[in-house]
């Protein structure tokens, strides 16, 4: 227990881990989460896009698109190798859930996870067509890159290191969705843009999820977390909102 608690208070005071010996087991067990959280959303966020890919508007557009499919799948893959340090079977771990499963369209907005993975909320509704796929790439895109950036600064430095070398890949991911969606507003038919982005709005903010001050302060003392869910989900709103009027499109008034 003096071993553990002098982890613990290594942790608390800003020190970092490097591999899995001597993880005290919360910490562990909400590390994995974490990982699993990410690699769960990745692949079923690059699963839910692959029936897309041939609705892009030429070959570039379906290019752009496969990339980003076998990104993300590399994405998850590179998080899946660090959980594969804590023993998990990676892959069994692939291969045991149905990463396009889907809700209804007209489900309503829930933070409830899927049944069958850590997947995000986000990534049980389905997309529709070209145009509402690019409108949820930009959106979640830039969720993911705050997230990132939150992630990329974790106490265990094997994830850390992962989360940084992910980052500009995602990154660039936003850059592809900004320019495809600046195509569509100049080809007109505003009001469908306006109708996705009000669909996905609700259903992205509830990506940061909440937690409990409790919570925060253990997450805080491991050096899992740094900022609070609702810090981060304010600094998505307040710049998406941007993105959106530079492009002349409206976010939602509610956040």
């Given at each position: 227990?003096?071993?553990?608690?002098?982890?613990?208070?290594?942790?608390?005071?800003?020190?970092?881990?490097?591999?899995?010996?001597?993880?005290?087991?919360?910490?562990?067990?909400?590390?994995?989460?974490?990982?699993?959280?990410?690699?769960?959303?990745a692949?079923?966020?690059?699963?839910?896009f692959?029936?897309?890919?041939?609705?892009?508007?030429?070959?570039k557009?379906?290019m752009?698109?496969?990339r980003i499919?076998l990104?993300?799948?590399?994405?998850?893959d590179?998080?899946l190798?660090?959980?594969?340090?804590?023993g998990?079977?990676?892959?069994?771990?692939?291969?045991?859930h149905p990463?396009?499963a889907?809700?209804?369209r007209e489900a309503?907005?829930?933070?409830?996870?899927?049944?069958?993975?850590?997947?995000?909320?986000?990534?049980?509704y389905p997309?529709?067509?070209?145009?509402?796929?690019?409108?949820?790439?930009l959106?979640?895109?830039?969720?993911?890159?705050?997230?990132?950036?939150?992630?990329?600064?974790?106490?265990?430095q094997?994830?850390?290191?992962?989360f940084?070398?992910?980052?500009?890949?995602?990154?660039?991911?936003?850059?592809?969705?900004?320019e495809?969606?600046a195509?569509?507003?100049?080809?007109?038919?505003?009001?469908?843009?306006?109708?996705?982005?009000?669909?996905?709005?609700?259903?992205?903010?509830?990506?940061f999820?909440?937690e409990?001050?409790?919570?925060?302060?253990?997450?805080?003392?491991?050096?899992?977390?740094?900022?609070s869910?609702?810090?981060?989900?304010?600094r998505w709103?307040?710049?998406?909102?941007?993105?959106l009027?530079?492009?002349?499109?409206d976010?939602p008034?509610?956040?």
């Open positions: 227990m003096a071993d553990e608690m002098s982890i613990e208070s290594y942790l608390a005071a800003g020190g970092v881990l490097s591999n899995p010996t001597n993880v005290p087991p919360r910490y562990r067990a909400e590390l994995l989460k974490l990982m699993a959280t990410f690699v769960d959303s692949l079923a966020g690059a699963a839910g692959v029936d897309i890919i041939n609705e892009g508007p030429g070959i557009s379906r752009a698109a496969a499919v990104e993300k799948t590399s994405n998850a590179r998080v190798q660090v959980m594969a340090d804590f998990a079977d990676t892959e069994r771990y692939v291969d045991h990463w396009t889907r809700l209804p309503a907005v829930d933070t409830a996870r899927s049944k069958h993975d850590m997947r995000l909320a986000v990534f049980n997309i529709e067509g070209w145009a509402d796929a690019v409108v949820m790439n959106l979640m895109g830039r969720a993911v890159a705050i997230q990132l950036a939150e992630l990329s600064m974790v106490s265990y094997p994830l850390a290191e992962a940084r070398a992910i980052a500009p890949i995602e990154a660039d991911h936003v850059r592809l969705a900004n495809g969606l195509r569509l507003v100049q080809e007109g038919g505003t009001e469908m843009l306006q109708e996705s982005i009000s669909y996905w709005w609700p259903r992205v903010a509830m990506s999820g909440s409990s001050a409790e919570k925060l302060d253990m997450l805080t003392g491991f050096g899992l977390r740094h900022r869910n609702g810090d981060l989900r304010a709103i307040s710049e998406t909102r941007a993105a009027r530079e492009l002349g499109l976010a008034e509610a956040g």
